[in-house]
């Protein structure tokens, strides 16, 4: 019988939960919180409670909180647009540990205050001044920010999607967090997105229609009038040690004088050159993968299958017979965002990494033989490299999705050791290493491209 003098309504535990009315009555019907009905509600103990909560290891989404410790490293650091804080976790890896998250999205936010309830977390950073944000992540007054990194959301900028840039309410965010750039004026700036940021059409200055690459245009713009010298590029993460085919532009912006050299290769396809060989699904599963871990996944439902059975793998949709292409691309089947991630099968041997663009990719005939099922979650976390005690958090697909959009934790150690070599004085030879199978990627080849296409269109 519960106690009568410490009951909570459905509202009540609800609010305490953050979550729904309905979420709280399921919960009660399928006997997972225990609760009796009087009257026309239903009441529960805070006993109870507190008991579910345990029981389950239910992370409630936190509040926007100070960061909870006065110390202050050698290198002061912020984070913006955090996810499941895989770019966090590279960039600790490599020496650079944030002092503040910023993440909009509740099962993200759970997820970084599960493993770092320490940091400074605030939500939409819209909502927040510069001088606010450095009271949250409690940096005395004087004390000079070194770095600010983050990836603001790139679907305004993917080939995948509408490309609205700037026009679109998440490219008005990648302004706003230029202007936190502007104000708090970090001694370096790491911006990453995806590889659609070089190619976005935007109108640039005098040119009447958008033009491709305008939107970055506009973005090197804002960071040369602030004061930083910019240097990118399109980078693989296998190059950097991932078990995976990942291309991710990052830029790094110096303040002042002098570029930051390009990140510094440790793998290639092959293993020549004194580099290692790239690293496979294999070396992922072995590595980071405990033998005896509780997979978590969704099943792929049986008319996914039907053409799933028939790829080998490495293959995708155009291995299919042509007659099962239009049928299956019908059915709207597409992972990885577009026609070149749909239906592929992840390499287990080498020299192929595995190739991860949607947490949905089939993995039959690989770890699981026997099992026609996606990856699980834990296999993606160490695909992506999230140490084993990482909690990722929310439901299924909020995991997933955490773990798809996270920056793989190798490219974040690459970019850590970048900076903290040039903040020591060191400087990495430019090569001509091909970072990606694209051209025109890095800012001087880039630039020159662009002055190129805008002549062209002046003259129209």
């Given at each position: 019988?519960?106690?009568?003098n410490?009951?909570l309504?459905?509202?009540?535990?609800?609010?305490?939960?953050?979550v729904?009315?309905?979420?709280?009555r399921?919960?009660?019907?399928?006997?997972?919180l225990?609760?009796?009905?009087?009257?026309?509600?239903?009441?529960?103990?805070?006993?109870?409670?507190?008991?579910?909560?345990?029981?389950?290891?239910?992370?409630?989404?936190?509040d926007?909180?100070?960061r909870?410790?006065?110390?202050i490293p050698e290198?002061?650091?912020?984070?913006?647009f955090?996810g499941?804080m895989g770019?966090?976790?590279g960039?600790?890896?490599?020496?650079i540990d944030?002092?503040?998250?910023?993440?909009f999205n509740?099962?993200?936010?759970?997820?970084i205050a599960?493993?770092k309830p320490?940091?400074?977390?605030?939500g939409?950073?819209t909502?927040?001044t510069a001088e606010?944000i450095l009271?949250m992540a409690k940096?005395p007054e004087r004390?000079k920010?070194?770095v600010i990194?983050?990836?603001p959301?790139c679907?305004?900028?993917?080939?995948?999607?509408n490309?609205?840039?700037?026009d679109?309410?998440?490219g008005?965010?990648?302004?706003k967090?230029?202007?936190i750039i502007s104000?708090?004026?970090?001694?370096?700036?790491v911006i990453?997105?995806?590889?659609?940021?070089?190619?976005?059409p935007f109108?640039?200055?005098?040119?009447e229609?958008p033009?491709?690459?305008?939107?970055?245009m506009i973005?090197?713009?804002?960071l040369?009038?602030?004061?930083?010298?910019?240097?990118?590029n399109?980078?693989?993460a296998a190059y950097f040690?991932?078990?995976?085919?990942?291309e991710r532009?990052v830029?790094i912006?110096?303040?002042?004088g002098g570029?930051?050299?390009y990140?510094?290769?440790?793998?290639?396809e092959?293993g020549t050159d004194?580099?290692?060989?790239?690293?496979t699904?294999r070396?992922a599963?072995d590595?980071?993968l405990p033998?005896?871990?509780?997979h978590?996944f969704?099943?792929?439902?049986?008319?996914?299958?039907?053409?799933y059975r028939?790829?080998k793998e490495?293959q995708?949709?155009?291995?299919?017979?042509?007659?099962?292409?239009?049928?299956?691309?019908?059915?709207?089947?597409?992972?990885g965002?577009?026609?070149?991630g749909?239906?592929?099968r992840?390499s287990y041997?080498r020299?192929?990494p595995?190739?991860?663009?949607n947490?949905?990719?089939p993995a039959?005939d690989?770890a699981?033989?026997?099992?026609?099922r996606?990856l699980?979650?834990?296999?993606?976390k160490?695909?992506?490299?999230?140490p084993e005690s990482?909690?990722?958090c929310g439901g299924i697909?909020?995991?997933?999705?955490?773990?798809?959009?996270a920056?793989p934790?190798k490219?974040?150690?690459?970019?850590?050791?970048?900076?903290?070599?040039?903040?020591?004085g060191?400087?990495y030879e430019n090569t001509?290493?091909s970072?990606?199978r694209?051209k025109?990627?890095?800012?001087?080849s880039w630039?020159?491209?662009?002055?190129?296409?805008?002549e062209k269109?002046?003259?129209k």
């Amino acid at each position: 019988m519960i106690d009568t003098n410490n009951l909570l309504t459905a509202g009540e535990v609800a609010k305490k939960l953050k979550v729904t009315v309905q979420s709280v009555r399921l919960l009660i019907k399928n006997g997972m919180l225990n609760a009796e009905r009087v009257g026309n509600q239903w009441l529960t103990s805070i006993e109870d409670l507190n008991e579910y909560i345990e029981k389950n290891d239910v992370v409630i989404e936190p509040d926007d909180h100070e960061r909870l410790s006065d110390d202050i490293p050698e290198i002061v650091a912020l984070s913006f647009f955090s996810g499941a804080m895989g770019l966090d976790i590279g960039m600790k890896n490599g020496g650079i540990d944030a002092l503040l998250a910023c993440e909009f999205n509740k099962a993200c936010r759970m997820t970084i205050a599960k493993n770092k309830p320490e940091i400074g977390l605030i939500g939409d950073i819209t909502d927040f001044t510069a001088e606010e944000i450095l009271k949250m992540a409690k940096i005395p007054e004087r004390r000079k920010v070194d770095v600010i990194f983050g990836g603001p959301p790139c679907q305004a900028f993917s080939t995948a999607g509408n490309r609205k840039a700037f026009d679109d309410e998440r490219g008005n965010v990648f302004l706003k967090y230029l202007s936190i750039i502007s104000e708090i004026k970090p001694t370096y700036v790491v911006i990453e997105n995806v590889r659609g940021l070089l190619s976005t059409p935007f109108k640039y200055k005098d040119i009447e229609e958008p033009i491709k690459g305008g939107a970055m245009m506009i973005i090197l713009d804002k960071l040369k009038e602030i004061g930083y010298t910019v240097s990118f590029n399109l980078y693989n993460a296998a190059y950097f040690g991932a078990p995976q085919i990942r291309e991710r532009v990052v830029i790094i912006g110096k303040l002042g004088g002098g570029k930051v050299s390009y990140l510094q290769p440790t793998h290639n396809e092959e293993g020549t050159d004194g580099l290692k060989a790239w690293r496979t699904l294999r070396d992922a599963f072995d590595d980071n993968l405990p033998m005896n871990v509780e997979h978590h996944f969704i099943e792929f439902p049986e008319k996914r299958l039907k053409y799933y059975r028939i790829l080998k793998e490495g293959q995708y949709w155009k291995d299919l017979p042509l007659d099962l292409q239009k049928e299956a691309l019908g059915k709207s089947f597409y992972l990885g965002g577009g026609k070149t991630g749909f239906l592929r099968r992840l390499s287990y041997s080498r020299p192929s990494p595995t190739l991860v663009t949607n947490p949905t990719m089939p993995a039959t005939d690989l770890a699981h033989p026997t099992e026609d099922r996606p990856l699980s979650v834990e296999e993606y976390k160490s695909i992506q490299e999230f140490p084993e005690s990482w909690k990722v958090c929310g439901g299924i697909l909020d995991q997933y999705k955490q773990i798809g959009n996270a920056v793989p934790v190798k490219l974040g150690e690459a970019i850590a050791k970048t900076i903290i070599d040039d903040m020591n004085g060191i400087k990495y030879e430019n090569t001509g290493f091909s970072y990606s199978r694209y051209k025109n990627t890095d800012e001087i080849s880039w630039m020159q491209f662009m002055k190129k296409e805008m002549e062209k269109s002046r003259k129209k």
